[in-house]
């Protein structure tokens, strides 16, 4: 199944209605945004983490749902416990190789809008990064 299809996103969010095991991938992911926070505390010279910001592309295979439980669940007894998690999804965006165009996409594996082609290079939604800490 493909990590960031619909399907996949509504098995997700079946697992999370029903509160059982978050995902192991944005867990992962989520360890890696703590380790950021913690890393940027000893330079920056922060006890507290009040809100992080986290951009997340459509194309990335981060559902956002899974990220705040698992933010939640990884940063208790951190820097970061209670802190406010919240999500800006940026939009993706491909390019499609036969009409020399960049044309938006919302999922990997979708023809051009202009041509029907599968010649696409995407150019941008398919990562994720802090964007914003607001600190103590």
């Not at 997700?12 to 059982?20: K, P």
């Not at 945004?33 to 951009?55: G, N």
């Not at 939009?91 to 979708?110: F, L, N, T, Y």
């Not at 029907?116 to 914003?132: N, Y």
Request: aromatic share 2%.
């Amino acid at each position: 199944m493909n990590p960031g299809s619909s399907a996949c996103r509504a098995m997700t969010a079946a697992l999370l209605r029903r509160r059982e095991t978050a995902p192991l991938h944005e867990m992962s992911l989520c360890e890696g945004v703590l380790r950021i926070l913690q890393e940027q505390a000893r330079v920056q010279d922060y006890s507290r983490v009040l809100k992080v910001t986290l951009e997340i592309g459509e194309l990335s295979c981060a559902v956002p749902e899974s990220m705040e439980l698992c933010f939640e669940a990884v940063t208790r007894g951190t820097l970061a416990e209670g802190a406010t998690l919240e999500i800006v999804r940026t939009p993706g965006e491909a390019w499609c190789q036969d009409c020399q165009i960049a044309v938006p996409m919302k999922e990997r594996i979708s023809p051009c809008p202009h041509c029907g082609g599968f010649r696409m290079k995407v150019q941008s939604g398919d990562s994720m990064r802090v964007q914003q800490l607001e600190v103590d």
